[in-house]
Every structure is written in structure tokens, then in C-alpha cells.
């Protein structure tokens, strides 16, 4: 169900498992060191309000709600944890653009990678809130067909690599629409493994 | 420009015609009214209904005041069909079609037929005299179809539909030759007979809903039941019987569950009388129903996986269904099932049709069940939360109460139920395609091109990480595809084969 290719010229082997690029063999960029500092900040402010409005519930007259004190305790080490999580999940969060598809790990208890190929991605934008901009911090969503499940949006960087990244990611899918025309036309050959094992040169900042 | 349509011409059409502005025939109305009615009830039934207030308000109005507010009802329904029948246009151009409609505010709609994935043409029973279909496209991401024409005369219908698929970005497709030998619509791959169809029915899970239906309508009317019930005295007739009062009500479920059981397979005869599929080179054809026959025709390269899907009671009676599947919006399943490309009532060997369908897809005689890990996490994560609970419940309301047995019942179902979800789960890469297979007490079995993969998600719990375990999922066009508890080199190694299957593909885009 791929394309229409002559007969004659195409060839359809196995690719031993061995030739095909690993993508856990390629290093991640870290994220922006900005991005510590703005998880951090929103993480922390989000349970901070919930602690202040459990601490002060029982002084305000109208609500007849008494929560025990140790909830106060609880809701402080809650926020503890999760800042924790957040600032550790900053840490290990990590991207990287390789020849053909778009690698973003993310998450500390599940971890998760994932991959877009750059055929796949039909539209590329960048979107920021207004902390986000505070921070200089910009996120690069990628659309996909297949609903709103497969929309990857990658969060962390900072606004010149995040531009650089759109700019690169909109190249190549005009490059793939080309290429598809070509190969359309002159049934291009298929079967050899994919350069991919390279990454893209980030510059750190 | 607008070619102004009189009755009388309705069934005479020349194919020169379709470049031009179109109307809808005046027959259309009809449809249009019912379709708008049906929309119309459908969306405001529950309010309605709902608590029994609408029913009150039935009592309060009085019969006279009812039939002058249906009327008025269905008069601003036809003043609506037909100012929309007057505004609606359509036009054939040479790789499109073009729509104007709207009521209040125009509307101008051009679909590449490049891009149409889905055709239906639909004989309701009230067209047919009159040589009628209802034409409908659906592209991908579409939320809902495309392009609805209801009431053109078949002819054109028929030459939109081949010059929408006929079309490959380059010269309309000449097959008509070969057409002659093989029947109008092709090879005949597949036939539902009356009996399969009625077993389809059956273990659908259509009668679940049907069932709610039927429960919350009588929750609704429980007050007037009762009252009727009382006039019948249907409680006295039924203990004459003897027997206890538990037999008398399970018996009166059993009935009322068999009824619906016919019920649906009645319905399901009446969706999908006489069903067909037909192979016609490059689109696959299915027709069927009795009051509105449906023929849906399909691009090959535009079918992104298959479905093979059996309830529970499908098992038992061996019924099969087959769903086509096509690039779809994400909430689209849920809602309509309408425009999905269903073969239904197959038997086990009728899995060869997936084979017909694409390039030898043959199902594989086995497949890599995944980790026991899976079961032996849940069991023990279910396990001590079912104890947790007991002891909970022992404490608070003493040993001898009787949730204690029901909880512990429920943690024996709860675990035979973790075992099946982990048999069921399987899955085997067959070159670039894999199929994978998942159910409980059903089953469903996927296969799709690894190509076609969107996105490719890798996560791993710290259990599984211990265990050196990861769930992979798949992105695809018509949805996501999960395999749990696969070993990380498997896991790596199919992400790796996915990617790359997409990334060398020919073809990009769906």
C-alpha cells in the first residue's frame, strides 16, 4: 500500500536488524537551562496555592470545613515531591534532530521516547505562554494524522534552537514532498538502509 | 451557467451535463426533511425524555395544542429543506468537485477527488422509483463526510463515482473493458447470506446499547408501566405460576434479553441484506441493506490497516467481522459508524479476504505472546489492593458481613480477567507488516503496514524497567496500536523496523 513502483526495478528484502539505525544509539540534547527554573517554578507555584488554600480553609468564616493538620504536612511534602519530580524530570528530558525523524524523550517514574518521522508531520508550529516567554522559552508542536493523540509537542527549548528546529523541520518536510513527487515519477530505488544514524549538530547554548 | 432542473427531465441525463451547476432533484426534499427530523429527534430525545418532564409536559398540553406543535414542527423542517434545496449547487470539474450551499451564510466547498478516500452511494427505498441515489465523499481527517448529495439521478452518480476513483493524479483510468467480463462491480470476493447476517446481529454489541436503551426508556416510564402493569394485573397472572419472585423477574430479563438479541439480528439483516464485496482492481466495493441499499466503494491506497474483530458472543456462535480501515479524526469511531467499511458475518475461513483485500496478508498461524511479567504485576498490584480492602471492610463492618464474599468473589473475576487481557495480547512482525492481537472476552486483530507509522512512543515503567520490558505504541492513520510488556530489544527493534519502513516509503502522505 506504498506507492506505485515498476515491477523490474523493485527490490524488496529484508533489512537485517543489525543495518537498521538504533535510535537509543543516538545522545539527546539536554534542554534549555532555563527550563529547570520555569518547571520548577510552575510545579511549585501550582501546589503552593493548594497548600496556602488547604492552610487557610478553616479561618475563613463562611466554610465549615476543618481539614486535619496533619493535611497541612502532607500537602508540604506533596509539594516537595513533585517539585523534585519536576526538577528531575528537567534533567533528564532531552531531543534530538536526526536526518529523518524528530527524537523527544520526557517523563521520571514512566519514561518516554518518542519518534516522528519527518514524512509523517504535516504541519510544524511553535507556541509559547506567557511564563514560558518570561523564561525565553519556546515549545515546537508537530502534527501528525491520526487524531489528536499523535500531536507531539516538545517543550523545553529556548527560542533561537526552537526557531532553528520549525525552520529545519519545514525544510525537510518540502524536501520529502519533493522527493515523493520524484520518486513518483522515476520509481526511485528502494531497500537501502537510511543514513539516520547521525544527529543533527546542536549548538548548546 | 445554472442548469435549472425540471421534474420531468430527472431521469434523463446526459454526462456532458455534470461539468455544470447542479441542483439537487425535488425528491431530495423528502430526504432532506427526514434526515433533518431524524437529526432533529435524535439530538433532542434525551432533553425530552429526560426525568419524565417532557412527558409532564405532554399531559399539560393536550392533544390539540400537540398535533399544531408537531406541525409547526415539521413546516419550519420543510421551509428549511427547502430554502437549502434552492441554495444548493454542486459542479464536476476535471480533478474535483465543487459545493455551494448555506443558508444564512454561503458556503463554497472544492474537494480534489486526489484526496477522497471514500465514496458511498445510497439507494433509500423512497428514491429508488425514481432512479435516485444519495451521493456522499469522505476524505481523510474529516470529521464528518465531506460532500453529501442527496437526490441525483444514479446515472451521474455513477460517473462521479468512477471519475473520483478512476482518478490517480494523471489520466481518468480506463477499466470498462474488463468490467464486461467480471460483472458491473467486479470480482465478487465475499457474500453474506441472510443466516450470517442474523448471527452478526446477534453478537453484535449493538444490543448492549440497545438494552441501555430499553433500560433507561423504562426507568423513564416506570411511573406509567406501573400503573399499566397494575391494570393487567400482569404480578397476579405471573404468580399463578408459582415459583419464586428472583425465577419470575430472571426469567422476564431472559426474555426481554432474547428479544433484543432477534431484535438486533432483525436489524442487522435489514442494514446489511444481501452484503457483497467486490475487487475492482484498484478500489474495493461493498454493497448491502434492504430499505437503503449502500454501496461503498473504497481506494486500495487509501486502506491504512484491517480489523478483524469477534465479541464474546461472536466466539460462540463464530462470527467474525472485518473493518477496512482508513485514515480517521481521532473521535470519529466513537460516534459514527456509518461511513466505516464493515464486512460483516465471516467465518473463520473467510480470513482469507485479508489476504484479497491488500498483497498477501495472510494472518500467521502464531503469535509472540507478550511478557508474563504483565500478569504478574497486575495480579500482585490487584492482589494487595483486594486485601487492603478486605481487611478495610473487616475492621469497619466486622468479618461476618457479606461484602467481604462479594469482594473476594470479586477479586477471583478480577484476576481470571488480568489472565485473559494477557493471553489475548500478541502480537508478529511479518516482513513490514505486523499484526497484533488484544481482547478480554472478545478478540480484535489488527494488521497494518509498519510504513504507515506516524509516530513510534516507547515507555517504560521502572517495573519494566527492571525487567527490562517497554510498551511500545504505534501512531497510525486510523488510531493507535499498543503492545505492552514487550522485551526492550524487541521493542527497539520493531521501533527501529517501523521507522525506517516510513522513512524509505515511496509514498509519504496519507
Partial sequence: ?205 | MVSLWKTTSLWIMNPTDAHQWQQLAPLALVFLVIDGLQKFIRENLFWFLGAGAGFAFLDWLGPRELLLALAAILLSFLAWAIIFHRRFRFRLEEDAIRVRRGLFQKRELKVRFARVQNIQLGRPFYFRPFGLVRFSLETPGASEKEVELPGIPAELAEIMRDRVTGWQGGEPEEDQSNEETVGSHGIELYRAGTGRLFLHGLSSNQIWVLAGLVGWAIGNFYDHLESYFREVAIMQWLSEFGGPAWMVISAMIMTGLIILMLLSGVFSIVRFHDFRMFDRGDRLVGIGGLLDQREQTVKRDKVTGLTLQQSALGRLLGCWYLIVRQTQSGDQELSDSQTRFLVPGLRRDDHRLTAQITSEWVRPASLNPISLHFRRIFWLRWLVFFVLVLVALAILLGREHWSLQMTAAGLGLWMIGIQLRWRHWGWQADGDRIWVRQGFLGQQLDVFDLALVQQVRVTRSPYQRRHDLANLQLMLPQGAVTIPFVPMDDAAELANRALYAAETAVTHRV
Avoid at chain 1, 534532530?97 to 518518542?114: A, F, M, S
Fill in chain 1, 1 to 205: 500500500m506504498t506507492g506505485i513502483t515498476e515491477p523490474s526495478e523493485f527490490s524488496n528484502g529484508p533489512v537485517p536488524s543489525d543495518r537498521l539505525p538504533d535510535y537509543r544509539r543516538v545522545g539527546l540534547n539536554p534542554v534549555a537551562r532555563p527550563f529547570y527554573a520555569y518547571s520548577l517554578a510552575v510545579t511549585g507555584a501550582f501546589w503552593l496555592i493548594v497548600l496556602v488554600a488547604v492552610a487557610w480553609m478553616p479561618r475563613l468564616p463562611f466554610i465549615p470545613f476543618d481539614p486535619a493538620p496533619w493535611s497541612v504536612f502532607a500537602m508540604s511534602g506533596a509539594t516537595i515531591w513533585f517539585c523534585v519530580v519536576a526538577w528531575i524530570d528537567a534533567r533528564r528530558r532531552g531531543w534530538v534532530v536526526r536526518e529523518h525523524d524528530l527524537i523527544y524523550r520526557y517523563g521520571v517514574i514512566w519514561q518516554k521516547t518518542v519518534i516522528v518521522p519527518f514524512a509523517r508531520i504535516q504541519h510544524v508550529e511553535t507556541a509559547s505562554g506567557p511564563i514560558e516567554r518570561l523564561f525565553g522559552l519556546l515549545r515546537v508542536k508537530c502534527y501528525t494524522a491520526g487524531g489528536m493523540m499523535a500531536d507531539l509537542s516538545v517543550e523545553g527549548l529556548d527560542v533561537r534552537s526552537a526557531r532553528r528546529v520549525r525552520q529545519y523541520l519545514l525544510e525537510q518536510i518540502r524536501e520529502e514532498a519533493d522527493e515523493t513527487d520524484r520518486s513518483e515519477r522515476e520509481s526511485a530505488e528502494n531497500g537501502q538502509p537510511v543514513e539516520n544514524d547521525k544527529p543533527l549538530d546542536h549548538e548548546s547554548d
